[in-house]
């Protein structure tokens, strides 16, 4: 392990009288085995740890960063939400080189905004694995007064390796439900009441599937690399600064200060108007500084527990007896609305939170009545809390600008309209139906103000992140809309974010839930008179069109029958086999290509022989698409002449048990149940016009 520091004044910038410094560190980028959630694990680190050490600076600093990449793969290093010339931004091939394995690449930018931001790998998964770290730029004389301050990295840690995450993840999308207990079978929906039936019913009728908070089950979540990590001392009365990232590769958290309301005073780096918190729901990718006090003289749990409720980790500020943040019961999926997240937390006390808004000052009123009449529309779709504690702060309806934040209104306006796309079940995420590798660069002009509406069209979260710029989040706060570089878009939700086009080049825009990048939520912002980015790059730069393979082998009493596939995120190769235990069977080999969400045609063979020796070799193409509650039509034309239709569908009955049936128009139909007895091994048994009845086990590749 090797960290240098050194700083020294550059001697050329003192005759202007500023004290502008060099600011150096060298940092290896090596595997190291760890053991963060029970067993080791071979991870990659820097600088010797994880998180990686924080690299601090002030404002007009000269920053100059070495790593040197000792690992047998490329790697890559970004400067999250930090302000740098596009060559330094560190987007492989689209900003930056790869840092090539075994050699060294040198950073060096001056630091033009103060703040709390991170830095992390942008290849491949190596985030996932551990190449994450703290940044910490302040100003030249501190406008925030504190006694005290301490870093809070929070990430989430998985044991397995980050690409057979993402790989069970193509496999299904709900992999790790049962892992993380999300499972949604009908028996508890039953359990949960009529409403819970309701909206099961209509999301399968408007082929949603069931919601979920998170895609992966993950072994622990960590407070700067441990799940329970001592930050340090503190006295009550003290001023405590807590610069908190979410450094998670997928993880949204709550987060919970057990001596009280945290104070917000900036996010992604900018200050804001202070605003008190109980909890605060960090996306991927954020960060928020918070100013905390401590009641007594005792030590206290700052608790970020992720979104779904499936774990947490603590912080520990100040020293003696722990106190505990309060428990919040999981969020029940089963009661959530479509569209509007909307958690057991508040339904179970729907009041709650509008008790607290009533209470509250109207002093920001009158602020609002001044404010001009742009923000108005959007204000009136906002409920707005002003001033007072928030309970339960989700969005950044409540964050306001210290000053205007408005861009000149001479400036010429463009607006994009971003649909946030994707499927769960393929697991491929999109930007208007199109994953990175199949999309056009998003073209602007320098001096625009360029406006992103971004429209999520799927059930799940996504952590928005534009490189190289600062947006404003029209959050209904008028001309104090606050800057921010990486937002939260929520299930089925819609957020306008805007930029003054400022720099040249090229910039990634991307969805920050690592999994989602890697499956093509992503793109290329370019300045149309400096872009360097042609069709080459983002090639090169995407990863969506890796290809994965998977196989179910099933043996059973009556049949032996499986598939092997091998897809990407538009083209699968099928080949699908039932033998009964005698001379009759089934091989069916096809390529499939996917068209849209729920739209495929295909084309391939049959080869069937039965039990008196006949054989029939027949060739076809075809169509499947997913009718409403999810079933599956298919109709296909053979190469004799026959034309066949068939559904098919299934429904997860209790946690671990799944029914699914299919019929077809040669009156042939089969009805199956499985119990999952593992993620990978399966007991199963089912009854068909085939091959009868039978029953054995089920084995996932
Ligand atoms: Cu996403």
Redesign the pocket.
Known sequence: MRIFLVVFLLQPLLAFGAEAAVVEYELDIEYQTVNKAGRPVRAMVVGGSIPAPTIEATLGDLLRVTFHNKMDVETSIHWHGVLVPPQQDGVPYLNTLPIAAHSSFTFEFTIRTAGTYWYHSHTGLHEQRGVYGSLVFRPKVETIQVDREYVVVFSDWTNERPKDVLRHLKREGEYYALQKDSVQSWDRVIANGSRAVRNRLRSAWTRMGPMDLSDVGYDAFLANGEQVHRLGPAQPGERVRLRMINAAASSYFDIEFAGGPMTIISADGIDLQPQAVKRLRIAVAETYDVIVELPDNLAYELRATSMDGTGYATAILGEGEIVRAPVHPRPNLFLMDMGMAMDMEMADQPMAGMKEMAEMPTAGMKEMAEMPTAGIKEMAEMPMPLGGVIGHMKDYGALRALESTEYGAAAPRRQHVLELTGNMDRYV?SINNRTLSEADRILIRRGEVVRFVLVNKTM?N?PMHLHGHFFRVLNGQGALSPLKHTIDVGPMSTVTIEFEANEERDWFFH?H?LY?MASG?ARVVSYEASSQADKSVIRKLAEDRHWFAFADLAVMSHQLSGRVWAANSRHRFEVEWDFDWRDEYEIEPVYVRNLSRWLDVYAGGTFEADEDGSRENVGMIGVRYILPMLITADLRLETNGDVHFGLSSELRLQKRLKFDWEWNTDEEYEIGLEYELSKTVLIRASFGSEYEAGAGLLVKF
């Open positions: 995420w799940m996504h969805c839930n989602h939520m």
